[in-house]
């Protein structure tokens, strides 16, 4: 590739990464702002809470969409639209219409999922294969830190009176800007698409992928893992720590923010390490471990006996090994369905945050008999089946067929006669 051409590649790439940030941004701010939407919309905190989880009814499906259109039409043709898609839904969801809202909150999810699909394949696609490890890595990084900006940066920016629409619309804007950046640099398909049969090649691709076990499980252990922080962190984190222990506004986002912090670290960190030892079961296995010792201490310790901010972190680090089953799932699976793959695991593993979290908005609701304050036995009695989730989470982890370097290196060599 020509040194003008690697410099056009590389600015696509970190054009796609930062809106990578940018979604997962819009996906973690509405934690930060439950009282003034629950306001505007003139509804309850539970009720704002399955509004913002309409954004993954949105990303589980078109995860299967995303992945074989960016395979079949090329990065140009759709992932500007996707972003386009996240600004017009950001707009949306300003207008305070609780359906509009909706519609634009599922919006903001079927476009955001193009970001990491968009980016992997402009990773493997246009630059050498001993950097496309570290670049999807680093898009990762990119999603985490805007996890972690969507609370941290997002909370202090409504806490100074800056209205809630007022944000949204700027986001909508900020993603129609990214939406023309990506048009004009994203390459051009290099292939025609070949309209002959493609949708019976597509099915084709889906059904081996979820005919195979092993795609069923890495799903399943990464929404599990995922489930702590994409509804109890990055939806009730902030209230919980306001409600159930009493921290002031500005302390409880600094402290919810650690876990997508955490997350920064612990995707590529404990992806390396897998990498070391050549094997993907133990770090997903002790991870989870640890991630189920930082949920109990969250929900059931006493917050005072350790330094702030350190069980949310490495609650975020561990939670990181999420990502090791996006690695499993594409060794377990032919190599030629790689996008298909990642669509699938995407699909399953946010349809459980689409699914579960309503159910513990519910919970919640229940629990506290609609009580305007709740108190640590609310959040307690809601959140402990977490607990559950992630020691099943383990034991799907166990069931697994190790897929590591380590493990291909000692597969038998078949006889030959």
Known sequence: MARAGRAVMVAAWLVTAVYYFYQYALRSAPAVMI?????????????????????????SPF?????????????????????????IGAVLFATGNGSLAMAGRFLQGAGGVFALLGAIYIATTYFPASLA???????QMFGMAGGSAGQVLVG??????????????????AGLVISGLLALLLPASERRPDRAGWAGKAIASMKTVFSNPQSILCGMIAGLLFIPTTIFDMVWGVRYLQEAHGFDYGEAV???STVPLGWIIGCPLLGFLSDRIGRRKPVIAVSALVLLVCLAWILFGPHELLPP??????????????????????????PNMGGTATGVINFLNFTLSALL???????????SAGAAQRTLEHYQSTFQPLLIGVALA????????????????????????
Not at 320 to 331: L, N, R, S, W
Not at 357 to 367: I, N, S, T, Y
Request: net charge positive; aromatic share 10%.
């Open 35 to 59: 009282p003034e939407l629950a306001t505007g919309f003139g509804i309850s905190s539970a009720a704002v809470a399955s509004l913002a989880g309409v954004f993954y009814y949105g990303y």
């Open 63 to 87: 995860s299967l969409v995303a992945g074989v259109a960016v395979d079949r039409l090329g990065p140009r043709r759709v992932v500007p639209i996707g972003a386009a898609a996240v600004g």
């Open 133 to 139: 490890a570290t670049l999807i890595g680093a898009t």
């Open 156 to 173: 202090p920016v409504i806490a100074s009176g800056v209205h809630w629409s007022t944000f949204w619309i700027a986001m909508g804007i």
């Open 254 to 256: 600094m402290r919810s």
């Open 309 to 334: 901010y350190l069980v949310g972190f490495v609650a975020g680090v561990a939670s990181g090994a999420a990502m090791i089953p996006y690695t499993v799932i594409k060794e377990a699976n032919p």
């Open 357 to 367: 979290g309503p159910v513990f908005a519910g919970f919640l609701e229940r629990a």
């Open 394 to 417: 383990i034991v799907l982890t166990l069931l697994l067929r190790e897929t590591g370097p380590a493990a291909r290196a000692q597969a038998p060599v078949p006889a030959t006669s």
